[in-house]
Structures are given as structure tokens and as C-alpha cells.
């Protein structure tokens, strides 16, 4: 193995550390050594993938011709049951995982680029990646529109009495909580389920939430996820 291909897998290394430190940090499912697996043995099959092409001898009875490239290609593609094995559906139908599902294809994506030789491309992805996921919501969140701005969250709120639902949900929206969607259910003790989507300003805590609708005196139990 000469030095070139050294430095690049120590930079592919270096790279995939980075965008699993971020993930590592928010305690997500893509963490260090996951992050690290990929990037280097993209860069490994990137590597491979162009060496072999130009390893092989032509002679006058075959003349053998590869894509540099073709290996490589089968990554992006491969690498995706990775990414399926992040992304959760909540047993209240919200997703998650999509930002590390992408995580996951980006560090390949970086992988592959520093195993290609594109270096200054593969650092700058991966600033762009940081910037993407780290600064960018931030930035949203002061300046954006007061929808992206808003926060999601669910509600389950437990009452007593069917005549009380309509005002419950008009007293929600005087609190300055958006119903987005709504489901009602009887339940098997005569009393009343309502599943609520709501959107709620971001500076609202959802400790504050739960104070503001349990505080409402038709509601018997309540429970907020978000």
C-alpha cells in the first residue's frame, strides 16, 4: 500500500469521524464507529474500485475494459439498508431518523470522494453537512417563517363528559396552540379520547404545554409528546 492511499483512507477516517461525533452527540442511532465503518471502506472500495480498472493487462485476444468507477457506484445504492434500519415510525405516526438515514448515505458519499482523490471537495461536503444540520436550524428558528419556526407535538387529553370536546378545542386555541389534525375515541370506561397534532411556538417548553392543558377544567388526564 503506497502513501497516497494511506492519506486518503486517514482522511476519509478523519472525516467519517466528524459527521459520527455530531450524530454521537445527539444521541442518535448513527454514532462514531458506524459513521467510521462506512467512510473508510467506501474510501477502501473507491480505491479498489479505480486501481483494478487500470490493473488488469489488455492483450490482443481480449481487451479488457472496466469502469473506474463502477464499485463505487454500487455503494450509494448498497448503503441504503443502513439508512431504512434508522428511520422509526412512533407508535403516534411521526418519523424519525431521516436526518441520520441521510447522515448515513452522506458518509459514504464522502467515503467515496476522498477514496476518488477529490479531497478538497470531501472536506468541504463535510462543512457543509455541519453547517446543513447544525447551524442552519438555528438560523430557521430566529428568522424563518412562523411556520417552519413553530414546534410539533401530540397531545392526549382524556375527557369526561362528550359535550366538553368542542370547548376543550377552542380553549387549546385561545392558549395559542394550532390544531393541525384531530381524532376522537370513546373509550371502554365511558370516557372521551382526543388525539391532537398540534403546533406550538418552539419558546413554548413542553413542560409549559402540559401545564397550560391540564389546567384547562374539563380535562381529566392529558399526556404531551414532542
Known amino acids: 500500500m503506497d502513501m497516497e492511499m494511506l492519506i486518503k483512507l486517514s482522511i476519509s477516517a478523519v472525516l467519517g469521524l466528524t459527521i459520527g461525533l455530531e450524530r454521537e452527540l445527539k444521541r442518535k442511532p448513527l454514532g462514531l464507529k458506524t459513521s467510521l465503518v462506512i467512510s473508510i471502506v467506501s474510501c477502501l472500495l473507491t480505491i ?18 472496466m469502469d473506474p468507477l463502477r464499485l463505487a457506484a454500487q455503494i450509494v445504492s ?26 448515513v448515505w452522506g458518509a ?15 472536506i468541504a461536503g463535510v462543512i457543509l453537512l455541519m453547517i446543513s444540520v447544525e447551524l442552519v436550524p438555528s438560523i430557521i428558528k430566529l428568522f424563518g417563517m412562523q411556520k417552519l419556526r413553530s414546534k410539533d407535538l401530540s397531545l392526549r387529553i382524556i375527557l369526561k363528559n362528550r359535550e366538553d370536546i368542542g370547548d376543550v378545542i377552542n380553549r387549546l386555541q385561545e392558549k395559542g ?4 389534525s384531530v381524532r376522537i375515541k370513546d373509550q371502554s370506561d365511558l370516557s372521551f379520547l382526543l388525539d391532537l397534532k398540534v403546533r406550538v411556538n418552539p419558546k413554548k417548553t413542553t413542560s409549559d404545554i402540559y401545564s397550560r392543558v391540564s389546567n384547562i377544567e374539563e380535562v381529566y388526564r392529558t399526556e404531551v409528546r414532542g
Open 177 to 180: 396552540i394550532k390544531i393541525e
Open 108 to 122: 459514504a458519499g464522502i467515503g467515496i470522494t476522498t477514496g476518488a482523490g477529490f479531497y478538497v471537495e470531501a
Open 78 to 103: 448498497g448503503i441504503g439498508f443502513l439508512g431504512a434500519g434508522v428511520i422509526l415510525r412512533r407508535d403516534d405516526d411521526r418519523i424519525s431518523g431521516l436526518t441520520t438515514a441521510a447522515m
Open 48 to 65: 479498489v474500485s479505480i486501481q483494478s480498472a487500470y490493473s488488469f493487462p489488455s492483450s490482443d485476444y481480449a481487451k479488457i475494459q
